[in-house]
């Protein structure tokens, strides 16, 4: 699940939580820092201002799954908001380095009492975080695994700006094969058939998408 969800027409998230109308603490991480651990007992809500987090499951061996990679306008730790949540479901980790704002819970309840700029914006967020967590299940179910990996390729991109093509980050395929569900080796393969094709390039300047995929793989024209 990759998540790119911007807020409400008129209202600017970063500008809000960059602001003094809400308390925040700000702590940066380094590539590869862990923002929290799975377990961790929580009550803070973190927006990520700038950089990148990937999401995580550890199971009893040890093995890693990848639940989402979050960017800048992202939100983490929200679930402890609720009555039933008091520790993180996942890991966070930093793939680059990364600024985070820490909300406490009671800090971030009074500012969805008194703000209803942000207290819509705050569940038109979830609402839409939601439908990815649906979208990501269909994906795995009904699609095949050429269909997962394009797609998930796009979501990593954020298309709709319009461009041709869109930069991406480089990830390892042994975490794009958890995020999809398949092996190194068939992510390999298919990455291998999208840059020959012209979906996708990649070298020293990054890993770039172009929007030609859709109608190549996604959405193909049937003759």
């Known amino acids: 699940m990759i998540e790119r969800l911007n807020g409400r027409a008129g209202f600017n998230p970063q500008a809000f939580f960059n602001s003094h109308r809400v308390a925040k603490r700000i702590t940066s991480f380094e590539k590869a820092e862990t923002v929290y651990s799975q377990g961790e007992r929580y009550s803070t809500v973190?927006?990520?201002n700038s950089g990148r987090v990937k999401l995580s499951t550890i199971d009893e061996d040890?093995?890693?799954g990848v639940i989402a990679i979050l960017a800048d306008g992202d939100l983490l730790g929200e679930a402890c908001l609720g009555e039933s949540f008091s520790e993180h479901a996942a890991q966070a980790t930093a793939m680059e380095p990364t600024?985070?704002?820490?909300?406490?819970?009671a800090e971030m309840s009074r500012v969805l009492r008194e703000e209803p700029d942000f207290r819509n914006y705050f569940i038109s967020y979830l609402l839409?975080?939601?439908a990815r967590i649906e979208a990501d299940l269909v994906d795995q179910?009904?699609?095949s695994t050429e269909k997962r990996l394009a797609r998930l390729l796009l979501l990593l991109a954020r298309p709709g700006s319009g461009s041709a093509e869109i930069k991406a980050p480089i990830l390892a395929q042994e975490t794009l094969a958890d995020m999809i569900g398949t092996t190194r080796s068939r992510v390999n393969v298919f990455m291998n058939k999208f840059?020959?094709?012209g979906f996708i390039d990649y070298g020293r300047g990054g890993l770039r998408v172009h929007?030609?995929?859709v109608e190549g793989v996604l959405h193909p024209q049937k003759v």
């Open 128 to 130: 839409r975080r939601n």
């Open 46 to 48: 973190l927006y990520i």
């Open 99 to 105: 600024t985070v704002f820490g909300i406490q819970k």
């Open 195 to 197: 840059r020959r094709l």
């Open 211 to 213: 929007n030609s995929i």
């Open 141 to 143: 179910l009904s699609n």
């Open 62 to 64: 040890g093995k890693e």
